[in-house]
C-alpha cells in the first residue's frame, strides 16, 4: 500500500488584528498532513494561529512581516517531502520567464510554490517541473474568487489542485 501525503498550500493571508482566516479555510488546514505557507502572514500572531491548527508548517516570509516573522521563517526553503523535492519563496518576480528562471534556481526541485500576486496559477512544463501560486484566501485583489491549493503526494509524484473558497 502506497502512502499519500495531503498538503494544504496558502499564501497571503495577510492576517491582522480583526481578521482571521475564514472558518472553511481553517477547516481544510486542519485536514492536511502538512501545511506549506508561501508567505505574507503579516505578524507573528497570524504565524502562530495558522501553527496552532496541528500539521506541521513549512514556512517562508513575504514581503510585508512584522520583524518578528522575518527573524523567524526564511526567504527561501528547500524540503523533501515523501522523496518529492519541493522549494518555496513568496515573489517569484515577473511572470514573462519564470518557468525557465524557477527551474534554473531550483534545478533539483520537482516543483517551486510561490505566493504574492494573490493570482492561482498552476503551471507544468516539458519536463514535468511545475510552479504553484495557491492564490489567496482572504485578499483576493484581481483573482475572480479567494483560493487556497491542495497537494497530493504519492509513489514519489505530487499533483497539485486550486480549491475555491466561499466569499466571506
Known sequence: MSRTTRLAIISDTHLSPGRKLPDVCARRLREADVILHAGDFSTEEALEEIS???????????????????????????????????????????????MARLRE???????????????????????????FNPGSPTQRRRAPVHTIGFARIANGAIAFEHVELPAP
Do not use: C, K, T, Y
Open 52 to 98: 496552532a491548527l496541528g500539521p506541521p508548517v513549512h514556512a517562508v516570509h513575504g514581503n510585508v512581516e512584522e520583524p518578528a516573522v522575518l527573524r523567524r521563517l526564511p526567504a527561501v526553503a528547500e524540503i523533501n517531502l515523501d522523496g518529492v523535492s519541493l522549494a518555496m519563496l513568496h515573489d517569484a518576480g515577473m511572470s514573462r520567464g519564470r
Open 105 to 131: 534556481r531550483f534545478p533539483s526541485a520537482a516543483a517551486v510554490i510561490f505566493g504574492h500576486s494573490h493570482l492561482p496559477l498552476h503551471e507544468l512544463g516539458p519536463d514535468g517541473f511545475q510552479i
